[in-house]
């Protein structure tokens, strides 16, 4: 069965167009009130008649993702099979929802999120401010997750599999505007498969979520910390691999060029004499050859983003998941 979640605060100038843009395909509609001052899942209540809806309710606001969890968690207990994420702002477009579950229906894909920058013409209609943001945070996104062929990692036009979301771990995930970033995460670690879904941008007259300065302030410790932890687990717990001795490679020419160049430069500042060539070799080359090991370590770690989506891994292996059938019950 198929499922919608619709987390809503300040939207109700458009939720009703949106649940009523929602096509037959779709067995469940979640629409969770975050605490919204508008009281818009009471409005949802009394205005919309489709069957399909069921209203969630947050006393406290938690957030974008707050709401989302709270939808994809009541889907799992319904035994959805696809969950799919739509603003209630009226911004995104649901007649791309068939585009955006058919690579996990023909298990190609565990995760699949739309991307506005495939097409240069659909760009015409995005602020420049979101358009620079959301190319700057792509980068940071690529290689905190690991996932370097996706872009527009902020659109929150998702679906996702329940195989994969039942390995997601609800409590740790951000739940505000860290969230699309912070789900790319944790699929990375599940090793899911993450495809883009070219999709044109669509603003009306909603306003933007996108705060440049909470990016700028919020966004980078959280994915540097998530950076980190990313390559510890890939490469030092889970595995040891050709990228494992790459990065330490680098770090060590890196750091042993740097200690050894620095320490004479300061020598020789404080001595008032020049470098001899032999130190300025032995100080370079260490440096150059660890950038050259870390260019490596990048390469290799573009040619391992997962390819096979868990969805058909563990139908192929005939794996039984437990942890989805105790969500169920």
């Given at each position: 069965m198929l499922a919608v979640v619709i987390p809503c605060f300040k939207v109700k100038k458009h939720i009703s167009s949106v649940i009523n843009s929602i096509g037959t395909e779709v067995g469940r509609i979640y629409v969770i009130d975050d605490a919204c001052p508008e009281n818009s899942g009471e409005f949802v209540r009394k205005n919309v008649s489709d069957r399909r809806v069921k209203v969630l309710f947050h006393k406290?606001?938690?957030?974008?993702?707050?709401?989302?969890?709270?939808?994809?968690?009541?889907?799992?207990?319904?035994?959805?099979?696809?969950?799919?994420?739509?603003?209630?702002?009226?911004?995104?477009?649901?007649?791309?929802l068939a585009k955006l579950i058919d690579p996990i229906l023909r298990k190609n894909a565990d995760y699949t999120k739309g991307n506005r920058f495939y097409d240069v013409e659909h760009l015409?209609?995005?602020?420049?401010?979101?358009?620079?943001?959301?190319?700057?945070?792509?980068?940071?996104?690529?290689?905190?997750?690991?996932?370097?062929?996706?872009?527009?990692?902020?659109?929150?036009?998702?679906?996702i599999s329940n195989t994969a979301l039942s390995r997601v771990p609800f409590e740790k995930i951000s739940k505000r505007y860290f969230f699309e970033s912070d789900m790319l995460f944790r699929l990375g670690l599940?090793?899911?498969?993450?495809?883009?879904?070219?999709?044109?941008?669509?603003?009306?007259?909603?306003?933007?979520?996108?705060?440049?300065?909470?990016v700028l302030f919020e966004f980078p410790p959280k994915i540097i910390l998530r950076l980190f932890k990313r390559i510890a687990y890939k490469y030092f717990v889970r595995d040891f691999n050709l990228g494992t001795i790459?990065?330490?490679?680098?770090?060590?020419?890196?750091?042993?060029?740097?200690?050894?160049?620095?320490?004479?430069?300061?020598?020789?500042?404080?001595?008032?004499?020049?470098?001899?060539?032999?130190?300025?070799?032995?100080?370079?080359?260490?440096?150059?050859?660890?950038?050259?090991?870390?260019?490596?370590?990048?390469?290799?770690?573009?040619f391992t983003e997962p390819v096979e989506p868990i969805q058909r891994v563990l139908a192929d292996v005939g794996f039984v998941d437990k942890k989805m059938k105790v969500v169920r019950e």
């Open positions: 406290v606001n938690l957030g974008v993702g707050g709401a989302v969890m709270t939808g994809y968690q009541e889907a799992l207990k319904d035994g959805c099979e696809i969950v799919v994420k739509i603003d209630g702002d009226g911004q995104m477009d649901t007649r791309y015409k209609s995005m602020p420049t401010r979101r358009m620079l943001g959301n190319a700057g945070l792509t980068f940071a996104t690529k290689l905190m997750t690991g996932y370097w062929s996706i872009f527009d990692p902020t659109n929150g036009y998702t679906a599940a090793r899911a498969v993450v495809k883009d879904i070219p999709m044109p941008a669509r603003y009306q007259d909603e306003k933007s979520s996108l705060r440049i300065g909470k790459y990065l330490v490679g680098a770090l060590l020419f890196m750091f042993t060029g740097g200690i050894y160049g620095g320490y004479h430069m300061i020598s020789n500042y404080i001595n008032n004499a020049e470098a001899p060539s032999g130190v300025v070799m032995l100080a370079g080359l260490p440096i150059i050859l660890g950038f050259q090991l870390l260019l490596s370590f990048f390469s290799y770690d573009l």
